[in-house]
């Protein structure tokens, strides 16, 4: 059994190959694959060659960890589940290749408790769900406080505010770029420029921006939070006095957990948390050399999606 998928030979050379798949075993399904997102944060990073030391780490990889299809054939013990609808978080099941993350191809075996069946109307926005869960994580870790500035106004951020919503009132968000500025919805977008609040009590990053730290610590409240939830590739350095005088707390929010995937599944498809307007590009997995070159460089482009059901 073999399989289409998106192999980063090395930094910048992505192609499509065809790669032998491990077969299934008893507690393992096939999943066809249909539609997988393209991270701009850490496939970013693995792209360019610039992602910092890494468990796993390597080329050839095949990326991806948003990854949407159909179970087409189950183990002995998983045969029952053939047919659903599924979101599956990348695989390893491509030999020597590295499935860091594993997502990005037509055809995956993976174990079956790594297959969360969705809703059959969710369609190509089931892709979402790793972010929605990363954001999910990230505000609702033990003794988190409600986000009251996000930074940064990507798919992440755009969860995060709209997870704010839900849990406690609006959040305000920063945003640079004109281009991404637009789209909030019931809550304010700005320029950090034209904010001139120094007293928010948790400020929850997604920018990436690894020079950002004294940015943020001047505009906490006494015993304010700064939440790290996005990627950096180089350290995080700060001014002390500062952050002293202002007893500021630090917390990274680290990748998601299954409880989390199925907390934010559960929001989604009881109509609470909207994945609306989110997915602004689309494009056939054959064309995934340019789909993936537009997803990092493009500024409308919040999520990339790529196509696969032409592929087999």
Not at 169 to 190: I, K, Q
């Amino acid at each position: 059994m073999n399989t289409i998928a998106v192999v980063l030979q090395e930094p910048e050379q992505l192609v499509l190959s065809r790669l032998a798949l491990t077969p299934p075993g008893d507690d393992d399904v096939v999943v066809d694959i249909e539609w997988s997102g393209i991270s701009t944060g850490t496939e970013r990073l693995f792209y360019s060659g610039r992602m910092p030391p890494f468990p796993g780490m390597g080329y050839p990889l095949v990326p991806g960890y948003e990854s949407v299809g159909r179970i087409a054939a189950g183990g002995a013990n998983v045969a029952g589940r053939i047919g659903e609808r599924v979101f599956v978080p990348g695989a390893r099941c491509y030999g020597e290749v590295r499935g860091l993350f594993g997502g990005a191809a037509a055809r995956l075996v993976v174990p079956a408790s790594r297959a969360l069946p969705i809703d059959e109307q969710l369609g190509e926005q089931g892709v979402l769900l790793a972010l929605a869960a990363t954001a999910y994580h990230a505000t609702h870790a033990e003794g988190a406080r409600h986000p009251d500035l996000i930074v940064g106004h990507g798919v992440l951020g755009r969860l995060l505010a709209r997870l704010a919503l839900l849990s406690g009132g609006p959040a305000v968000v920063w945003e640079r770029n004109p281009t991404r500025a637009e789209g909030g919805t019931r809550y304010r977008v700005l320029d950090p420029s034209e904010d001139t609040r120094n007293d928010y009590n948790a400020i929850y990053d997604v920018s990436g921006d690894p020079a950002i730290l004294d940015t943020l610590i001047a505009r906490l409240a006494p015993c304010g939070e700064i939440v790290l939830a996005g990627f950096y590739e180089e350290p995080l350095r700060f001014n002390f006095p500062p952050a002293f005088l202002r007893e500021a707390r630090i917390r990274v929010a680290a990748e998601w957990r299954p409880e989390d995937l199925v907390a934010v599944k559960q929001l989604i498809e009881s109509g609470r948390l909207s994945l609306d307007g989110l997915i602004t590009h689309r494009d056939d997995a054959q064309n995934a050399a340019e789909a993936y070159r537009t997803a990092f460089n493009d500024p409308t482009c919040l999520k990339m999606v790529l196509d696969w059901r032409s592929c087999s």
